[in-house]
């Protein structure tokens, strides 16, 4: 008996089914036709846009300052820091709304923040070339020449790209919950796609509504909906059981994944496009994924703690006379201390004595501070808006309790109740929590139990992709936050 096995490796045409090369032929030729350049080039264009108009910016400042063509070397870095603020606002990104002016602001906050890092790095190098040290007024003016034009051009790709997506879809496989849940979500978000189903285990002919009268039908034959899509459809969303796929439906899937046709779980579609990581993704082995960036020994970690205690005791002492000021205040306005202390739960769980400026009357009643709330004073209504009430914080942050980034710190009756409500609420205390943060920036001041659950997807996000250049977009959002006066 021959007991011999053949360990010729498995060519590819052995390994994949014919029928699979038929499919990635058929995803190839159709994206050759439709897919859109714009689209897929857009963070080099715009890239090369702004390299452009640098070089046009640096001209005109050479030939206005002419002394300064000695300092050449040393302008070179006032274009990468410009490039580096913009890329961490999203500048560069084909999801940012161009058009909106929240984006204008954050640009405009984004370069300001560019002209200070920019002026501090060549300040300090030329300062070991006394000879050729720049003139004073020559950085400002290189960033003060590019702001209109990288607005001009963004706002213009924004339209085009807008157009662009006003026509393509997104088809969802699956006709369960998880399909109405994304239904309900992607209406309130604002994106602009034309939503398609398909269920990919209906009986032909049953086509129903996802949600109702007025909602999209879900169709039966998935065969026949893979077969139409391409580069117009924006991204395959699967909101079903991929093992119980048909293997010809799989085979689909993977050939237009493969084509550049994302095809995406209803998890990595609230990564990418929305920023948020959805509960329903975080499982027992979700913290132990390869992406998963929080390491408590990291250098970013001993880093950000240096910036913490630099940052919180230069803001105690600058903003010390402001700090007195606001506390007669608000002792004139109502009776009370002028801080406001509470019990809030930090990092490890750890229990902690937060201080902020007082900006109610006697805090009784409702849990949450609703809009409106008539406990509110007048100045504290202010401090609410521009943020000043969260100052004294810094004592916390200087201390080791608090960071200047990180989840918000909860009160801890209410943490008590959402650890027993929402699954894995616990995972929030992995970091420390901050006095602004990535679901401060990016959702509305929460006023019950669901916005607390919109607001921990953001928070798990920022744990999940912890860095430094997620820290920073978070300072430019609030600084934004604050200019616009949307803070509570």
């Known amino acids: 008996m021959n007991t011999a096995i053949d360990r010729q490796p498995l060519s590819r045409q052995q390994f994949l089914p014919s029928a699979f090369h038929h499919e990635m032929n058929q995803s190839h030729s159709a994206l050759r036709d439709s897919r859109s350049a714009l689209e897929r080039f857009a963070p080099g264009l715009l890239l090369?846009?702004?390299?452009?108009?640098?070089?046009?910016?640096?001209?005109?400042?050479?030939?206005?300052?002419?002394?300064?063509?000695?300092?050449?070397?040393?302008?070179?870095?006032?274009?990468?820091?410009?490039?580096?603020?913009?890329?961490?606002?999203?500048?560069?990104?084909?999801?940012?709304?161009?058009?909106?002016?929240?984006?204008?602001?954050?640009?405009?906050?984004?370069?300001?923040?560019?002209?200070?890092?920019?002026?501090?790095?060549?300040?300090?190098?030329?300062?070991?070339?006394?000879?050729?040290?720049?003139?004073?007024?020559?950085?400002?003016?290189?960033?003060?020449?590019?702001?209109?034009?990288?607005?001009y051009f963004r706002r213009v790709f924004g339209g085009h790209l807008q157009r662009h997506h006003s026509s393509r879809s997104l088809l969802i496989l699956g006709a369960g919950s998880d399909a109405r849940q994304f239904y309900r979500e992607y209406v309130q978000s604002g994106l602009d796609w034309k939503l398609e189903f398909v269920d990919p285990l209906g009986v032909a002919g049953q086509n129903v509504a996802i949600d109702g009268a007025g909602s999209p039908i879900i169709a039966s034959d998935a065969p026949a909906q893979l077969a139409k899509v391409d580069a117009r459809y924006a991204a395959v969303l699967l909101a079903c059981d991929a093992l119980k796929l048909p293997s010809p439906v799989l085979q689909r899937l993977i050939a237009m994944h493969c084509s550049h046709v994302p095809v995406l779980t209803v998890e990595a579609f609230h990564e990418k496009h929305w920023r948020r990581v959805s509960i329903e993704a975080v499982g027992p082995d979700w913290l132990f994924d390869c992406e998963f960036r929080l390491a408590r020994g990291s250098l970013f970690s001993h880093v950000k703690r240096i910036f913490d205690i630099a940052i919180s005791s230069m803001g105690l002492v600058m903003l010390s006379p402001l700090l007195l000021f606001a506390g007669l205040v608000i002792r004139l306005e109502s009776p009370g201390s002028a801080i406001f202390r509470q019990e809030r739960v930090g990092r490890d769980g750890r229990v902690f004595l937060m201080y902020k400026l007082r900006t109610m009357r006697e805090n009784k009643g409702d849990m949450y501070t609703r809009k409106g709330d008539q406990r509110i004073t007048r100045f504290g209504n202010w401090l609410r808006i521009t943020r000043l009430d969260e100052l004294p914080q810094l004592w916390n942050v200087l201390i080791g309790d608090m960071s200047l980034i990180g989840p918000r710190a909860e009160w801890v009756k209410c943490a008590e109740i959402y650890e027993r409500e929402i699954p894995n609420y616990h995972l929030r205390h992995l970091v420390t929590p901050g006095i602004t943060g990535w679901a401060q920036v990016k959702f509305k001041y929460g006023e019950s139990e669901s916005d607390t659950i919109e607001k921990f997807q953001f928070d798990l996000y920022y744990i999940r992709y912890f860095s430094l250049e997620l820290d920073v977009s978070i300072v430019l959002k609030t600084i934004h936050t604050i200019i616009t006066g949307k803070g509570r």
């Open 48 to 151: 090369v846009i702004d390299v452009v108009v640098w070089l046009f910016s640096l001209a005109g400042c050479i030939y206005l300052l002419p002394h300064s063509i000695s300092n050449f070397p040393f302008i070179w870095i006032a274009p990468i820091v410009g490039v580096i603020s913009l890329y961490l606002i999203g500048g560069y990104d084909r999801r940012t709304d161009f058009l909106g002016l929240a984006y204008v602001s954050e640009h405009l906050i984004g370069l300001f923040a560019g002209v200070l890092v920019s002026m501090f790095l060549v300040y300090a190098f030329s300062a070991y070339h006394e000879a050729v040290k720049p003139s004073r007024a020559l950085v400002p003016i290189l960033f003060l020449v590019f702001a209109l034009p990288s607005i």
